[in-house]
């Protein structure tokens, strides 16, 4: 079973609409991010969290400690939302990050 | 704005040939790690270096692999003997140094470079 499963693995949606991505984790963890991955290739680091919400423009993301679970939201979504995004967790004791497989967006205009 | 950089964007080489990646993190950073996506797959970590010594490796990064930090600024990863499943985006990230420990520091990425293995 992997540690960190996110959906949906595949997500459309057309211009304008609200978005939700899902992140469930088995392990216990220290923080909980979510990464951007451009059709090119390159990462980009989009929150890092380890309780609550944060926000960032179109961009909010919450996490339940209790249910090992996060979410990412995108309101108003824009064909330049198009992108894989991943969700990775950091446990204690260790340094690496653990990933998830990414969900695929595509916005159509 | 500070970025990662990492060269060559491209490598191909033959296999049994050594290659080397290159990466500069954020000049104030003091966490370096390798990561790496082999085509189609989940990013994998292979390992995370501090205060000039590797800090924790993953069972991917056996003793084909080594890194090294020559001067102030470089980061480098070395496969000695390529092979064909060493073909992957690899991925370099830098974070910030404080008390607190690296996964919960936010971890600033390369653009990778994509390694091809013949």
């Known amino acids: 079973k992997n540690e960190v499963e996110q959906s949906p693995q595949n997500l459309t949606a057309q211009e304008g609409e609200f978005i939700t991505i899902n992140c469930s984790y088995s392990?216990?963890?220290?923080?909980l991010h979510w990464l951007q991955q451009h059709p090119g290739g390159g990462i980009v680091s989009l929150f890092m969290l380890s309780s609550g919400k944060k926000k960032h423009g179109r961009l909010i993301a919450t996490i339940n400690i209790q249910e090992k679970h996060s979410s990412l939201h995108i309101t108003a979504s824009h064909p330049r939302d198009s992108a894989v995004y991943i969700c990775a967790v950091g446990s204690y004791n260790t340094d690496k990050l653990i990933f998830g497989t990414g969900t695929r967006l595509q916005v159509f205009p | 704005e500070p970025e990662v950089t990492q060269t060559p964007s491209h490598q191909v080489t033959q296999m049994g040939q050594e290659v080397i990646l290159r990466c500069v993190p954020i000049?104030?950073?003091?966490?370096f790690y390798w990561y790496r996506q082999i085509l189609g797959q989940k990013v994998e970590f292979l390992v995370s270096?501090?205060?000039?010594?590797?800090?924790?490796k993953s069972e991917i990064f056996d003793d084909q692999f080594s890194v090294e930090r020559p001067d102030g600024s470089n980061f480098t990863l070395k496969i000695r003997s390529t092979k064909l499943e060493d073909s992957a985006m690899y991925f370099c990230a830098s974070s910030e140094g404080d008390f607190r420990l690296p996964p919960s520091l936010e971890q600033y990425f390369g653009p990778g470079t994509r390694l091809t293995v013949t």
């Open positions: 270096f501090y205060n000039n010594e590797i800090s924790e």
């Open positions: 000049s104030n950073h003091l966490y």
């Open positions: 392990v216990g963890i220290s923080a």
